[in-house]
Structures are given as structure tokens and as C-alpha cells.
């Protein structure tokens, strides 16, 4: 157990809806990442939260956007959502320093993603 | 070159013997490299990190890096058929400290 979590486990969404992902940090990590994996490809990477504030972003639209709170949990969320967005959604907690440099990554279990 | 890359496999290695499992990377990613291990339906989990040259050992792992050569390996000594699973090589990018991984090496212990 790396001590993040995520929720919610599965969900199931319709074309064009919006959803909402929720993480919690292993404590005293400052940082998260979230990463979409397709089946048989490696995560990818959406973006990055270090200190409340998004501090890295990968090649994902608009729509992808995300949240970090003052206890270093974080969101994300998705509109308009296409089909190619079924995926596993991954959070990753890092103890960050200054500057945004981060470290050892500790992933949660994942959010199942699947779009109709 | 794509920033991070591994051979998709299956790698089948019998019960007992070393599984070598390699990674290759582009100028774009710097001095820390990650090992995860990915059993099928699960979240990675991190085995081995190594920022410096040379082999860093813990216990039947052995991360090894070249970066002269740019590689980045795994070797596990003892293989179990538990150590069955997809193994995910990792590098920080130098440019905004973003991980990034490889589409994984799936490797079969066969008993």
C-alpha cells in the first residue's frame, strides 16, 4: 500500500458527459500527477499540481483540467468526454522541493474509466 | 526517438534463472530513472529508482545505467513465477521535470 487513494474505483459515462476523478496524497507528499493508461500502452502524462498550482502539462486537450487543494488532494476533471477517454486513470504522489523538482512517484490504485 | 522506449515482448525467462529487462533514452530525459512493476488490472509500483551511473542493488533487483550509452536495465536474479508481470522503465524529462514512461516490457516466468 503506498497510502494514496483514489476514487472512485469504476465508472461508467455516457459521450459528452463530464466526470470528475478524485485523489489523495500519501501525507507530507506536496506533489501530484495524474496519468491516463490505454490497454497495453504505458501512462501518459496529463499534468502535474505542486503546491496548489499546476506546475507541468502533457499534449491533453483543454478539456482535461485539474484542481489541488490545500491538503495536497487533488482533481480532475473531464468534459465533454469522447470514447477514446475510456482508460485507467492514475494518480501519483511525490514529496516535492522547491522549484517543483519531484522524486520517487507512488501511484494509487487507479480509476477505471469507460465511456459509451 | 521517442523519449523513453522498451521492447513490448513477452520476454519468457524459466523459473531460477536472471530476467534482463532494458531501456533506452532520448536526450530530452535527465539523470533519474524509475523501475515499476505492473501486474495486469493493477496500479504500477515503484521497484527501483537510480539517478547515477553504474548498478544499484536490492535484493534479487539490480537496476543498472549507461549514460554514455543512454540505457537504463533491470536485471532480476532468481526469477519467480510472481515476477510475472509488465515492467514499466521511467525517466524524468530534463526540460519540466515530467515523468515519463515506456509502453512497458511484458516478461513470463515460466515454472
Known amino acids: 500500500e503506498t497510502g494514496v487513494t483514489q476514487s472512485p474505483t469504476h465508472l461508467i459515462k455516457t459521450r459528452g458527459q463530464q466526470v470528475t476523478l478524485r485523489c489523495s496524497s500519501q501525507?507530507?507528499?506536496?506533489?501530484v500527477s495524474w496519468y491516463q493508461q490505454a490497454l497495453g500502452q504505458g501512462p501518459q502524462f496529463i499534468f502535474q499540481?505542486?503546491?496548489?498550482?499546476?506546475?507541468g502539462r502533457g499534449n491533453f486537450p483543454p478539456r482535461f483540467s485539474g484542481l489541488q487543494f490545500p491538503n495536497y488532494s487533488s482533481e480532475l476533471n473531464v468534459n465533454a468526454l469522447e470514447l477514446d477517454d475510456s482508460a485507467l486513470y492514475l494518480c501519483?504522489?511525490?514529496?516535492?522541493?522547491?522549484?517543483?523538482?519531484?522524486?520517487?512517484?507512488?501511484f494509487g490504485p487507479g480509476t477505471r474509466l469507460t465511456v459509451t | 526517438q521517442k523519449e523513453v522506449e522498451q521492447n513490448s515482448g513477452p520476454l519468457s525467462v524459466p523459473e531460477g534463472a536472471i530476467a534482463s529487462l532494458n531501456c533506452t533514452y532520448s536526450?530530452?530525459?535527465?539523470?533519474?530513472f524509475f523501475w515499476y512493476r505492473q501486474y495486469s488490472g493493477k496500479s504500477p509500483e515503484l521497484i527501483m529508482s537510480?539517478?547515477?551511473?553504474g548498478d544499484k542493488e536490492d535484493g534479487r533487483f539490480t537496476a543498472q545505467l549507461n549514460k554514455a550509452s543512454q540505457y537504463v536495465s533491470l536485471l532480476i536474479r532468481d526469477s519467480q513465477p510472481s515476477d510475472s508481470a509488465t515492467y514499466l522503465c521511467?525517466?524524468?524529462?530534463?526540460?519540466?521535470?515530467?515523468?515519463?514512461f515506456g509502453k512497458g516490457t511484458r516478461l513470463h516466468i515460466l515454472p
Open positions: 501519483a504522489s511525490t514529496l516535492g522541493l522547491a522549484g517543483g523538482r519531484t522524486y520517487e512517484q507512488y
Open positions: 501525507s507530507g507528499h506536496n506533489t
Open positions: 499540481y505542486y503546491r496548489e498550482e499546476e506546475n
Open positions: 536526450d530530452r530525459v535527465s539523470q533519474s
Open positions: 537510480i539517478y547515477s551511473n
Open positions: 521511467a525517466g524524468r524529462e530534463s526540460r519540466d521535470d515530467k515523468i515519463i
